[in-house]
């Protein structure tokens, strides 16, 4: 069983940046990614960012490029998400995720595990 928690949520001026990070616990696999979604009320989980837990290869959606960093720390069991200039369209509640595959993927109905969320808000 793996365990996620996120942090680092908060309330935001549009422009702002935020540091989301998430501690990865139990037992994993040898291969694995782990993802960062966001949910923004009546809209379906989207995929964010995502990072290759062994070779630290990254992914992002088209709307973070440029402007999201996914990084993982293996000493410390964690995967960060650096989320600057943002903008109020960012404003959701943003879960960590692991995919237990050597393949990545950006379909939420295939991560295994799940963190509780945390909500980050943009304002204008």
């Known amino acids: 069983q793996v365990q996620l928690v996120e942090s680092g949520g908060g309330l935001v001026q549009a422009g702002g940046s935020l540091r989301l990070s998430c501690v990865v616990s139990?037992?994993?696999?040898?291969?694995?990614?782990m993802g960062w979604f966001r949910q923004a009320p009546g809209k379906e989980r989207e995929f964010v960012a995502a990072?290759?837990?062994?070779?630290?290869?990254?992914y992002y959606a088209d709307s973070v490029k440029d402007r999201f960093t996914i990084s993982r720390d293996s000493a410390k069991n964690t995967v960060a998400l650096q989320m600057n200039s943002l903008k109020p369209d960012d404003t959701a509640v943003y879960y960590c995720?692991?995919?237990?595959?050597?393949?990545?993927?950006?379909?939420?109905?295939?991560?295994?595990?799940w963190g509780q969320g945390t909500q980050v808000t943009v304002s204008s």
């Open positions: 990072i290759s837990w062994n070779s630290g290869s990254t």
């Open positions: 995720a692991a995919h237990f595959s050597n393949s990545i993927t950006t379909l939420a109905d295939e991560y295994d595990s």
């Open positions: 139990g037992r994993t696999f040898r291969r694995y990614y």
